[in-house]
């Protein structure tokens, strides 16, 4: 119904930056919030940033004033750009999105596939 695709993922050096895409396809009635999570070796899934319709943004405290959350309503997509990267910010990055599909009322937890992002000299 929903489908979510990343890309932007990679390696890059300390103090890099990388600018993560998710793009939403498919028969969608209504996107609330769209987010970014990550998960390291060894840990749990966490949230990174989360941005709503209406345009409020959420940050992990770890990632404040590094990262921004952004979205393109028209085109269904969510962005994340990362800056002064540093070695703990090696994970898996998901792409999530409350949304409505057509001819659903309820809205439904969607997951991108992931995208490595590895940072390392």
Sequence with gaps: QVQLVESG???VQPGGSLRL???ASGSIFRINT???YRQAPGKQRELVATITNGGNRNYADSVKGRFTISRDSAKNT??????SLKPED????YCNAAAQPMGIITVRNYWGQ???VTVSS
Excluded: E
């Excluded at 969510?78 to 800056?83: A, E, P, S, T």
């Excluded at 090696?90 to 990055?93: D, G, H, L, M």
């Design 78 to 83: 969510v962005y994340l750009q990362m800056n």
């Design 34 to 36: 769209l987010g970014w």
């Design 21 to 23: 895409s998710c793009a």
């Design 90 to 93: 090696t994970a898996v990055y």
């Design 9 to 11: 993922g990679g390696l």
């Design 114 to 116: 992931g995208t490595q």
